[in-house]
């Protein structure tokens, strides 16, 4: 299989076992913002497993823990859109991100008193808890955000496509944040063991190249949405170059670039025509903004400006 037979690649994996479950949430959420006439964006986010066998012990992975989709769909959110957040099995998500297990816990207080026992937050979390509390609150009741979760590239490969059959509808208010690490390689269905691997002797693994989905998804899934790709290098040399590229190939909006070791700061955003950088002084960063805000909004921005030159074009 090459990179280019996406339609192999369904024809040989089937989909994960909750896929028609998760086909109707898209389904209803994207129906009833279509009515509402909502900008929506889908976020994917954190990065898709290998697995080495069918009964799954073994597995390839990186090391995306979903920070850049799941800060950025809050912000999507806070920008009026209504937010389909795909992501990996236990990355990061929206409002809970911002606290890990055992901080979540120094917050509380316990207090017994006989045989009852209540639990408080302490006064001086309350200040950091409230507005995400509000915020997360505002979501789920104006029913806003949808979570989708995937595992292994095969699960991210079925959803993203059960995505862009219901977010077409949408037309050019549709906007792909294309954050999720996917995996470049995999192992196909039919080389896998089905069982797993003895540790005796080191087994030979042969890899082939994922599909590269953005392909079918600008030109024929969803031709008329707004598309942002991310492209992460190690090589500055290499980053604008690789960026057009994608975008010579694929023919998608826009494409965010970053490296490695300074992308939790430092952005370029990089359009057929232009390129120039979003970044974050130290400053700002030790005050506490999250790059992500500012990613946010300017895409907002383009894609208020994309809205416009369509309808003027009708």
Known sequence: MTSTHWEDFYANHLPPTDFEDNRSLLKEFCERHNKLKSNIVLVTSGGTTVPLEHNTVRFVDNFSAGTRGSASAEYFLDHGYAVIFMHRVKSLEPFTRHFSGQQYLDMLELHESGPSTTITVKPHSVDVLAPILAKYKSAQESRRILYVSFTTVVDYMWLLRAAC???????????????????????????????????????????????????????????????????????????????????????HKLVIANILQTRKHRVVFVTPDTSYEVHLTREQALSGLEIEEPIVADIVCKHEEFIEQASSNQ
Do not use: C
Request: negative net charge.
């Open 165 to 251: 059959e219901n977010l077409a509808a949408f037309e050019q208010r549709a906007v792909f944040y294309l954050a999720a690490a996917v995996s470049d390689f995999y192992v196909p269905s039919d080389m896998m063991p089905t069982h797993k691997m003895t540790s005796g002797e080191a087994p030979t693994i042969s890899l082939q190249l994922v599909p590269k989905m953005l392909a079918p998804l600008v030109n024929i899934w969803v031709p008329h949405a707004f598309v942002v790709s991310f492209k992460l290098e190690t090589d500055e040399n290499l980053l604008i170059a690789k960026s057009r590229e994608s975008l010579t190939k694929y023919k």
